[in-house]
Every structure is written in C-alpha cells, then in structure tokens.
C-alpha cells in the first residue's frame, strides 16, 4: 500500500466524518435496520423478498423519518441489484430518461423515487411502461397516504407498505449504536439511559431528528458523560408536546376540534398553542381543514374559505410568525355557527353505497349505448334538469342530507330553503314524455 493511497483513504474519511451522524450512519443491507420487524424481521415481506430474490415494485408510506428512503436504499443493496435515486420534485424528464437507459443495462434495476407523490402525468407517462413490463422496478417513497395522493395508474401496479413510527425503545437502540460506531461518535462520549430514553421521548419515532440531536450534544457537551439535566438544558420542547407514544400529541390536536366545536375560544388557541410550539404545521393544517369542513361547514362557508388562505399564508411566512393566522383561523372557526349537515350526510351516502351497488340510469351515462335521442339527457334543455330523477329507481326517494332546522346561519338558512324547494318537485325518469311537456 503506497504512502499516496494511504493519504487519499483518511481525507476520504475525514471527509466522509463532517457528513451529518444520520447519513454516516445509514444502513446498508436490511440487517442494519432498526425496528420495522413487520418489514424486515423473520417473517417479513422484505426479508422474504430477498430469500427468494423477488423483485417488487413498492410504495414505502410513513411519517417523516421513520426510514422509507433508508429501507428503499437497503432493500435494493440487499437485493444485490443495481438501483438509481432520484426526487419526483427535484429530478427532471432528462434525469428520469438517463435513470431508465442506465437501469436498461442491467437484467434487473430499481428506480428509488423520493416525494413519489409528486410525479406528474408527463414523468408517469415515461415510467408507467418499463414497470409494467418489469424493465424496471419502482421503489417509491412519501409521508403521504397513498391512497389519497398516488396516482391509481402507479398505485396499481405497486405495493403498499407501511412504515412505521419507530418506538423509544428502537430510537434508544439507534442512539447507542451510534455512540458505539466508528463511523458514530466512537465512544467519544457516554449519555446515561435515562437521559437516551428522554430524546427517544422528545423526537416522536424519528430516527433522523434523534440522531442529529445527539450531533448537537456531542458539539455541545465538554463532559464525556451526559446525564439528563444536560440534554434538557440543549432541547426545550416540552414533553408532552412531542410524546406520541404517551398520546399527549394526538391528545393535543383531539382537543383542539373539541374546543373548536364547543366553541370555546381560549381553550382552543391554548391547544393550538402546544402544537405550534413544536412547530407541527402539518397536523395543524389537516386538522384545522377537517374542522372547517366537518364542524363549521355550511354554518359558515367564508370562514372555510379562510381558512385555506391562513394556511397558505402558515406555510409562506413559517414559524413563528405562522402562529399569527394560525391564531386567526381558530378564533374564526371557535366563534362561527356550526353545521354537520353536510358532512352527516356524506356520512350517511358512503355507509349506503358501500352496501348498495345500484345501476346508474342510462340517461346519466358518460356514453349511453342503445339509447334513442328521445330518451337521452336533454344538455339544451336546462329548465329540465331540476324535474330529472338522478337516483336510482329502488331508492328514488331515499333522503341523505337532513337539514338543521336550529341553524343560526343566514347562508345555511338559504340553502335549506332550497333544499326544501327542489324536495317538492316531482322528478321522473321519463325523459321522452319530459320533454313534450311545456
């Protein structure tokens, strides 16, 4: 071994040691990763995968730093094969057409896509046929739920895996493999187990938070032990507000739509309050639009509309000015009329259909077959439309939406007299006789 070559391996490792602690430290096969036993343990539809050398195109779900991309990455390199990785917002068409003409080279390849969520029709369109025909295999990964956000074309032909918050006591574990590791912190340092059990608390099953935290230690911390009074002094977020596997989270944003329904203003900024202090946008955002949409509703339709700015106008400035139409679009909500009636109805629709599957008239649809001109819907003839019956035949008069009698908004009031107008029409199917009728 030359004195060069001896050189040129410890910059490359002194380089290699300023990287962040959660990339030094990323798994390279799936023995390495931490938790995930329903993916990777003995029984695992990963392990399993690669006993048997089966390729699959997945979709990883999960929330932020719970290691989809990680597992992606592991999963490939333990299959032995060569992947590509790229970002469905970063990566461009250039970038996926140089991806797939590499992966074409090899008998079997993965695409590792972050963000997969975000692939728009023109990158799908590229990508849909070389999955399909099994050129290349898709490794998707999003924080998103994949039934509400992946295109149905690419969800189809994927599987969808969770992955998981992990628990305290696989964040512990992570945190003392990283002290321990050459390319961790090397037994620089130690931290006590009540002390470890405390950042496992405070970072909500994020491997990726943990371990930068205990990057922050290790800069800050002069001592080589550190106890828990030290840890707290670096990390001030309060307990509870981070404690998800003690549910003081889910506690939190549960009371928020309570207090919202009850309109009960101080106590929902209080809780609005916790959540913004660790800086929870996301939840912040999708519970304040279920309230406006399922508690508020049609009791007030200009403070739904609101609210999508104030959230808008969160996510432009971020913390903490975010705080402020935070604050403006829970005071609203608090204080507006209330209305289910909308959302008890959908309810109501969903449970029905879910048992009912009834046939759609032909007249409603899309392209009628073997139906005469007299008997199609009449597009020219709008002063029809409100006589048509839309329901099928065996539930023509069955009655989804209730209006609330006891509202107390204007708007609402509006509505339901109209809603009662459109009731005492007497609608029909027959659309020949319809439209004789002057």
């Not at 590792?112 to 999955?131: S, T």
């Not at 509870?240 to 506690?251: A, I, K």
């Not at 046939?359 to 597009?379: A, F």
Request: charged content about 25%; hydrophobic content about 40%; overall charge neutral.
């Amino acid at each position: 071994m030359t004195i060069d070559f001896v050189k040129y391996c410890n910059k490359y490792y002194n380089v290699f040691m300023l990287k962040p602690l959660a990339f030094r430290l990323r798994p390279k096969n799936i023995d390495e990763i931490i938790g995930q036993k329903h993916l990777v343990g003995k029984d695992g539809v990963l392990r399993n995968a690669i006993e048997t050398h089966t390729m699959l195109s997945i979709i990883f779900f999960g929330p932020p730093g719970c290691g989809k991309t990680t597992i992606a990455e592991a999963f490939a390199s333990s299959m032995g094969v060569k992947y590509v990785k790229l970002n469905a917002v970063t990566s461009n068409k250039k970038d996926l057409e140089a991806a797939i003409e590499e992966c074409k080279l090899f008998d079997e390849a993965f695409i590792i896509m972050d963000e997969v969520h975000r692939l728009n029709k023109d990158k799908q369109d590229i990508l849909l046929p070389y999955v399909e025909d099994g050129t290349i295999y898709l490794l998707g990964c999003t924080t998103q739920n994949p039934y509400m956000v992946i295109n149905k074309a690419i969800r189809s032909r994927c599987h969808l895996l969770e992955v998981k918050a992990l628990s305290n006591e696989d964040i512990v574990e992570g945190l003392k493999r990283a002290i321990k590791s050459k390319n961790g912190l090397n037994n620089s340092i130690k931290i006590n187990q009540d002390a470890l059990e405390y950042i496992a608390k405070l970072t909500s099953g994020d491997m990726r938070y943990a371990l930068n935290f205990l990057d922050v230690i290790k800069m800050s911390s002069k001592n080589k032990v550190v106890d828990i009074e030290k840890v707290k002094s670096i990390l001030k977020v309060p307990n509870y507000q981070m404690d998800s596997d003690e549910g003081e989270h889910y506690d939190s944003v549960s009371a928020l739509q309570k207090s919202i329904r009850g309109s009960d203003v101080d106590a929902a900024l209080y809780y609005l309050a916790r959540l913004c202090i660790v800086q929870d946008l996301d939840s912040i955002k999708r519970r304040l639009l279920v309230i406006a949409y399922e508690d508020v509703g049609l009791g007030n339709p200009q403070a739904v509309n609101r609210v999508h700015n104030a959230i808008n106008a969160a996510e432009f400035v971020g913390f903490p000015e975010a705080v402020i139409p935070l604050g403006f679009a829970v005071t609203e909500l608090t204080l507006s009329p209330k209305s289910r009636a909308s959302c008890d109805a959908m309810h109501r629709a969903m449970d029905y259909a879910a048992n009912h599957k009834l046939d759609v008239m032909d007249y409603l649809k899309y392209t009628p077959v073997n139906v005469q001109e007299e008997d199609k819907y009449p597009y020219d003839r709008p002063d029809l439309w409100a006589k048509i019956q839309y329901l099928p035949e065996l539930i023509k008069d069955m009655q989804f939406y209730d209006p609330s009698e006891s509202s107390s908004s204007t708007y609402e009031k509006s509505i339901n007299e109209n809603y009662l107008k459109f009731k005492k029409i007497k609608r029909t199917s027959d659309l020949r006789n319809l439209k004789l009728k002057k």
